[in-house]
């Protein structure tokens, strides 16, 4: 919101209040000040000239020599470079020696030989900005009205001598999307009076009844006024308002169209006025479209509408739509004579949605959708009444045409005094208290020790005690709030072991090499299904900002791989990264999702590169596997995991395992990713994991204990095993561990031969088996016993034979 400092002052005294010291109390009161803009009152020597001839430059086409009287001085040459310059116009002169905004210096020069002693001047360059410029001067000079006074001030006779106050609002304080909103807020802040205009007007003899019927079938239009004024003259407004609407951010167009603005930006009430002539009819019917119907906005687009989008009609076929924008074919042009003033409430949920699906906003749009001030609509309408009749001729019409099914009410909240104080830590006296609700304008009444408050229809967002409060806080100043420090038992501090295990996990896959990356929850509806640990339906938004951020994502891995991408697309080839992040799985008995939290890792590239020793080592999948098992292992879980050899969609099939819990609960998989798929999106040879950590970091673990070391020596026995290529090296390690019993303390593979000499259909695999007594000098027979019961475990469970 642009708020003009000169406009403002009209609603309250600013006596001894710099538009700098205004913006920090402003701030400090809890609405952000973006930024104070100065430069119209910065702008010197730019007077009103008068030009007297025009003159073709004799050496270049696009240039004119002209003479300018500036008033008390002979009249200057100028040469301009604008194509809209003429003879008799009065015009904006910037003089040898002013400075325009941007630090743009005007000296006397020569342009093509022809001497110039300053620049008349467009609007942009005195500081308007383009957007914002009247369409007739937005290529050339601007023009002055006649009357304009030559030699005056010119940044003065078009109102920009002016600040203006960017505010950034937050969603909840739409009341200070117009002039009166803010000037509540700055009366409250300063102790201050509110400066409300008396409405008064003369009506012609004629009933507004007699020309115009309003329907309503619409049940998100609880209010529609419509007023009536014949013999309108259509023309530029007063320099006054343009400059309102331009310090506002709204380019001016004609005195209807920029009262209807003006009052908006004004009352914060949205209005629109139709072209009665052009109406097609002498009644408007607000109703819902028709599945498909089209309709042409004043913006010259033709749109499409829904079954569920509000319109206004004439009865038969749309001529705007609700709260959003007017059609072109009623429009108020230079021809028109009649107009039908439209102020109304639509349901802020309705405008919005109609807004987002046509994928139009206006200053209209934002407004009624945060829902507009229900006792402003009826007093906008005669405020723009009043003003087309002052600055257009309008003849009004007596009375107005309404539907109201508006039911309003002011939130009441009661509160007691002494929360307020428990809550902010204070001790503000009732008398401070009720000053504070004074200066906000809320009615109150007091009762034994708590207090009723009526709260004002403006004020939408106020509805609660602790809404009470933060006002009574931010007019207080949150400076004035007594410091002191938090009171805590520091045995009550600490992360709880969930806490600390997450934060585990990320210090041990950083060790690791790896970066953590954070990805968005939202994903298209292709990707939620990708790589998903469990299947469910996918949970897709009610309306997606767009169609790649739609649905709640079911795996991390597809946002990872994004991120392996981005990289390797950027000559970054080495990536290693994870996330520790939330999946959402649909949940058919609950309306919201499940929230779950899951890691995941993709790694590609070069792992180690050691170019000074000429080595090399790509990612594969043990290198993935084995941080992973470094983790368990730091985690205390390693002995619950096994490894599986899986099938899993958009991995390769012979280089993929599933990660198991306790033999039979399926957590994780690892793998890498089909060649089809990385072909696709553009992957080099990549490895993922992901795995529901939250089962991981919820298992209870015992503290690690320390043992002594040991005194006597332990015994190695290598044995090579051939057997059937299918059995996995997973179930073979585990069955020699419960063989060997008690003084086996470690089983480690060492070698994998498939080659010659060996039978088809078998493999020859290498176990490495450390014994240990801690408590004795192993002997040879005590060894020679276990180890004989190792093999012919192996050879009972799944014919292995040792390989000779």
Known sequence: MFVSYKWLQEFVDLTGETPQTLADKIT???????????????????????????????????????????????????VCGAPNVGVGQLVPVAKV?????????????????????????????????SKVTPKEFATGIYQFPAGTSIGTNAVEALYLDDAIIE?????????????????????????????????????????ASDFISVKVEAEDNPLYVAKVIHNVKVGPSPLWMQACLIAC??????????ITNFVMMEYGQPLHAFDADKLGSKEIVVRYASEGEKFTTLDEEERTL????????NGKVPVAIAGVMGGLDSSVTEETQTIILEAAYFNGGSVRKTSRTLGLRSESSARFEKNVDPNRVKAAAERAAQLISQF???????????VDN?????????????????????????????????????????????????????RGDITIEEDIIEEIARIYGYDNLPKTLPTAIPNELGLTPYQSKRRQVRQILEGAGLSQAITYSLTSDEKSKQFTLKTTGSIRLAMPMSEERSTMRLSLVPSLLDVVKYNVARQNDNVAVYELGSVFLKNEDAQLPTEVEHLAGAITGQWNTNLWQGEKKAVDFYVLKGILEGLFSKLGVDKMISWKPAQIDGLHPGRTAEIVLNMKERIGYVGQVHPAFAKKEDLKETFVFELDIEKVMNIPVRQVKFADIPKFPSMTRDIALVLDRAVPAEDIKKSIEKAGGRLLKEVNVFDLYEGAHMEPGKKSIAFSLRYFDPAATLTDEAVTEAHSKVLDAVKTKFGAELRG
């Open 392 to 402: 257009a001729g309008g003849e009004v019409a007596q009375g107005s045409v309404e």
């Open 97 to 129: 020696g002013a400075v325009l905004p941007g630090n743009f210096k005007i000296k006397q020069g020569m342009l093509r030989g022809v001497e110039s002693n300053g620049m008349i001047c467009s609007l942009q360059e005195l500081g308007v900005e």
């Open 167 to 207: 505010l950034s609002l937050t969603p909840n304080r739409s009341d200070a999307m117009s002039m009166l909103g803010v000037a509540y807020e700055v009366a409250a802040i300063l102790g201050r009076e509110v400066n409300v205009r008396t409405i008064e007007y003369p009506t012609s003899d004629k009933k």
């Open 406 to 458: 508006l039911e309003i009410k002011e939130a009441v909240v009661t509160i007691a005094k002494a929360k307020i104080n428990k809550v902010l830590g204070t001790d503000l006296p009732c008398e401070t208290i009720k000053d504070i609700l004074n200066r906000l304008q809320f009615p109150y009444e007091c009762g034994s020790g708590a207090m009723t408050i009526t709260v004002p229809t403006r």
């Open 249 to 258: 951010g709204v380019r001016p167009h004609s005195n209807i169209v920029d």
């Open 28 to 78: 400090r009161s809890g609405i952000e000040v973006e930024s104070v803009n100065l430069a119209g009152l910065e702008i010197q020597n730019v007077v009103v000239g008068h030009v007297l001839t025009c003159e073709q430059h004799p050496d270049a086409d696009k240039l004119h020599v002209c003479t300018v009287d500036v008033g008390g001085e002979s009249p200057l040459q100028i």
């Open 306 to 313: 829904k079954a569920d989008q509000m319109v206004i009609t």
